[in-house]
Nanobody
Framework: QVQLVESGGGLVQAGGSLKLSCAAS????????MGWFRQAPGKEREFVTAITWSGGITLYGNSVKGRFTISRDNAKNTVYLQMNSLKPEDTAVYYC????????????????WGQGTQVTVSS
């Protein structure tokens, strides 16, 4: 498994941008598909986006499509989430996760999770 640490969360006004980072250590990072999920208070964990080991294919949840972009740098063992045009409903704890598979959006396929980073969007 890999160990994951997220960073970059914070408070931002609606319409603003944030970039989250997830640093990985442990087993070969480039062997894993990577994903971002989020969980707001009182709600279930929601799929945000995922990316293949090569970065060639991405998936996005409908609520973030066109506003968020996932990318990865295998040389730095890091995956990123660029979030633009943020809305108050994007407020949540954002989790980075690793899946030893090609590409997936299902939380049960992700075997490693970070501790989460809080993103708060004010109106």
């Amino acid at each position: 498994q890999v160990q994951l640490v997220e960073s970059g969360g914070g408070l931002v006004q609606a319409g603003g941008s944030l970039k989250l980072s997830c640093a990985a250590s442990g087993r070969t990072f480039s062997s894993y598909a990577m994903g971002w999920f989020r969980q707001a208070p009182g709600k279930e964990r929601e799929f945000v986006t995922a990316i293949t080991w090569s970065g060639g294919i991405t998936l996005y949840g409908n609520s973030v499509k066109g506003r968020f972009t996932i990318s990865r740098d295998n040389a730095k063992n890091t995956v990123y989430l660029q979030m633009n045009s943020l809305k108050p409903e994007d407020t949540a704890v954002y989790y980075c996760a690793a899946a030893y598979t090609t590409l997936t959006r299902y939380p049960s396929d992700f075997g490693s999770w970070g501790q989460g980073t809080q993103v708060t969007v004010s109106s």
